[in-house]
Every structure is written in structure tokens, then in C-alpha cells.
């Protein structure tokens, strides 16, 4: 199969193997520390999880965490920039949203990168309000 129709990905709710999830990271520019076990027990602890593949090629992949019962947070949400345009990161989030919405889980966050607000926007998603409440930690905090 070539690069081509939409129709030539299968979707699986499952995790890519992390040399998968590695060369996908790669790909999307996107660095990731793989010194010890951080991303393999990352992947692992993760709540739902949709992989995309063209033929035996993981060519998108996004996860959620999760409480289960009132917060999702979607993350890792990358498609190879040459399968890119294809609706394939659409169809990830939907089945995502999708999955959290069946288990009863609305109040559904996401990370974006920088530049990709415009796209998770067609997806029903609005940036919080820098009133809205939530951070994020800049900086470890100092040693005990």
C-alpha cells in the first residue's frame, strides 16, 4: 500500500510497541528522552489509546489519560508528516472523545502543539480562557 487513500489505515485501540511509538516521534520532529524505561511506562499507563496503520507502519497514534469518571486529557497525538492531511489525526481524537464519552468522562482537556489550534478547533475543542483555572509546572520544584 502506498501513501495514499484514507481508506488503507486500519485503527486499533490498543498502544504501538514503543519502537513504533519512537520512529513516529521521530518522524513528527518530536524528541523524546529514551535513556531508561520513562517512555515505555508512559505508553503503559495511558487509559485509551488509538494506533493507526498502513499496512505493518504505525503512521498515527493518540492516548488519553485518565481518572475515569470526570477528567481525560488527550496527548501524544501525532501523524507522520507524510500520511498528514488525510483525516487520520481527525479520526484518532474522534475516537478518542468517543471512547471517554462512552465511560460517562465530559470534561475532556488536550495538549496542542504550538500552531495546531486551528485543528483541534474543527474538532469542537476552544482554547481556555487565561482566566479559566489551570497550570503548569515551568520548573521542578526545589529539592526537599
Do not use: N
Not at 489519560?65 to 488525510?86: E, K, M, N, T, Y
Amino acid at each position: 500500500m502506498g501513501a495514499g487513500r484514507v481508506s488503507d489505515i486500519e485503527y486499533l485501540d490498543q498502544l504501538p510497541d514503543a519502537t513504533g511509538f519512537l520512529r513516529l516521534f521521530a518522524a513528527a520532529g518530536w524528541t523524546v528522552d529514551t535513556r531508561d524505561d520513562r517512555l515505555e511506562r508512559a505508553i503503559a499507563a495511558s487509559s485509551h489509546a488509538v494506533s493507526a496503520y498502513a499496512g505493518e507502519r504505525l503512521v498515527g497514534m493518540g492516548r488519553t489519560l485518565s481518572d475515569g469518571a470526570i477528567h481525560a486529557l488527550i496527548v501524544d497525538v501525532i501523524v507522520d508528516p507524510a500520511w498528514q492531511g488525510r483525516g487520520i489525526g481527525r479520526e484518532i481524537v474522534s475516537r478518542l472523545v468517543a471512547r471517554c464519552l462512552d465511560e460517562g468522562i465530559e470534561a475532556i482537556q488536550l495538549f496542542a502543539a504550538d500552531g495546531k489550534a486551528p485543528f483541534y478547533e474543527k474538532l469542537g475543542f476552544v482554547a481556555r480562557e487565561s482566566e479559566a483555572p489551570g497550570m503548569q509546572l515551568e520548573r521542578p520544584p526545589l529539592s526537599r
